[in-house]
């Protein structure tokens, strides 16, 4: 499969995604991430997804109003940025990463350390603790604090990771 572009991304539009990213991770990483000159396209994924390409590389997924940086684009940051220190990051064990590439929600048994500051129902990436490389995309199924201290339960609903149908589609 490969992807179309629909349309590129009026000014304002764009502006609005550097709102929403410095919202959710603040002003500095949201630079990294999208600047205000760069050329921003839509392109469509399925029915309820698109993807939002930065200068021609896949980097956002937009699902039903959300919009949150694709695994293949945070898997570039993270050569240069330390991931598991970032905003809404849930960072987990070695033991939970086959289990999350074959596309398993995130149990808090697994999770070593989590931004307290996050809420159930909030995106959040997942990465994995020696190198801080992300694995996946999903909704917290409960608060950062939670994650860090329950022993047991789902805390992260998966929604794309690495190896799935986007990654191969983003990635090749």
Partial sequence: MELKVKHPLSK???KEIIREM????GGGIAGKMLGK?????VAEFDRTTEIILVNGKPFFIRRKGLVFPLVIALYGLSNEEDLRKWPKRVVVDAG???FIIKGADVMAAGITDADEGIREG?????VEEDYGRPLAIGVALMDGRSMK???KGKAVKVIHHAKDRIWEVTAG
């Avoid at 000159?37 to 396209?41: F, G, I, Q």
């Fill in 149 to 151: 201290e329950k022993p």
């Fill in 122 to 126: 909030d995106f959040v990436f997942v």
């Fill in 12 to 14: 304002k539009e764009v």
């Fill in 96 to 98: 939970a990463v086959p």
């Fill in 22 to 25: 410095s919202e959710t991770f």
């Fill in 37 to 41: 000159k760069d050329r921003v396209e």
